[in-house]
């Protein structure tokens, strides 16, 4: 049911009440007024008569009934003289007033008094004066017929005026109405014109200010959604180059490890036996190969210390404990005035390979942070299992972080090493915190959750 049908069903209610009102009130003023006209008629005739049957009762009944024809009809009156056998002398005419008419029963019924009838006894007869209201009756019918009429046509014309009145009234809300079923269908260009009536244009203007806002805001979504998953391409690209890179350092560090080593100890060995063998008779060419050798040599040990760099070939073969213990013990080797104590506990815990590789890459990139930047000369490194995952802490007594190292990093792209770390972690799940501890030094904390070995484990 709609809005405006519903505003003229209750008008039109209203209206039919009141009206229903003034019309029970209007009849009980007929019925009043009938039983007040018909009674004081009676009362009167009666009186009249009685005087007249005083006067004239020594006469007989045929002077009465003489007198009677003459008297015609009184008012709404039936009068009937009987003689004393009870044979009719005499009845009133019919009223001529509204002859041929007469008022429904049912409103007869309604305000009609009862019957009223009043007897006068002489010697050889009786008068009997009875009430007739019938003529009285018509006259409230006809007023109550015109108030009727008059009623219904005021009924019609309120309700047509109801009708345009409630319409206008309620057609700009059908305009909001339609505006909000095309906000539904997508249409988010919808706009309502200027609506009349205070609350209308108040709700028009609420309704253009919503439009305006969740377009912006599904602007503001879609700008995010497609941020987002642009942000997901890139790390997704982020991470095949990071594999890729991963492979090709492996590849380096194989052929590094495989066909330049054994090269450089063939050179070295070929250099060894050349200055033996003109040491005697060729001194100058003697020592040209013992420097060869020499330097064979250091290209060696330089070559064995960039190839952990270039990829953990250890972790693959021994897997992450063993690979941490290699790096802790090469850091020992090369920084000899430096502490670093290692505590590995990971039981039977087994991770996936690049989850092994990230912990291994975050060890790595902590303890060269620490010596490189916070001139360290004590460092820990922990690496447990938990139960869920495993848990990687790096600490050191250097110079720590510096107070806007965060902003600095924001600002010039520094600390590049730790963002690539970061990213690489948070990929695979696992969460990453760096931060300065008391009374001095930095501690590097990384959880990495136990992950399918799809591709080996550590």
Known sequence: MSLRLKIHLIVAALVTLFLAAMIALHLGNLRDAVREEVVAANRVAHQLLNRTVLVGASAGTPAMALYLQGLGRVRSNEITLVDGEGRELYRSPPSPYKAGRDAPDWFERLVVPGPSEQSIAFPDGKMIVRADASRAAVDAWDQFFLL???????????????????????????????????????????????????????????????????????????????????????????????????????????????????????????????????????????????????????????????????????LDAFGLADAMRDLVE??????????????????????????????????????????????????????????????????????GLAPDWVARTEEDGGHYGLRWLAERVEALGGSLHIGNIEPRGAQLRVWMPFTPALEGAA
């Open 148 to 314: 009727g009429v008059t009623a219904l046509v005021l009924l019609l014309a309120v309700n047509a005026v109801v009708y345009w009145v409630v319409g206008r009234t309620v057609k700009p809300f059908g305009q909001i109405v339609k505006a909000l079923g095309r906000i539904e269908a997508g249409h988010l260009e919808e706009r309502l014109p200027p609506l009349a009536g205070t609350e209308a244009a108040s709700i028009g203007a609420a309704f253009n200010r919503m439009v305006v806002g969740l377009r912006e805001r599904l602007e503001a979504e879609r700008r995010a959604l497609a941020a987002e998953s642009e942000l997901s391409d890139r790390r997704e690209l982020a991470r095949w180059i990071d594999r890729h890179l991963e492979q090709e350092r492996r590849l380096i560090a194989r052929e590094l490890h495989d066909e330049l080593g054994q090269s450089v100890t063939a050179i070295r060995s070929l250099a060894l036996s050349v200055a033996q063998r003109t040491a005697s008779h060729d001194p100058q060419a003697s020592q040209a190969a013992g420097v060869i050798a020499d330097e064979s040599s250091r290209l060696y040990d330089a070559m064995h210390g960039l190839i952990p760099r270039l990829a953990p070939l250890v």
């Open 330 to 399: 090469r850091t020992r080797t090369s920084q000899p005035e430096a502490a670093v104590e290692l505590q590995v506990s990971l039981g039977d815990a087994r991770l996936g390979t690049e989850a092994a590789l990230a912990l291994y890459r975050a060890a790595q990139e902590g303890l060269t942070n620490a010596l490189r930047h916070g001139q360290a000369r004590h460092m820990s490194v922990s690496l447990k299992a938990e139960d869920d995952g495993a848990r990687l802490e790096v600490r050191d007594d250097g110079r």
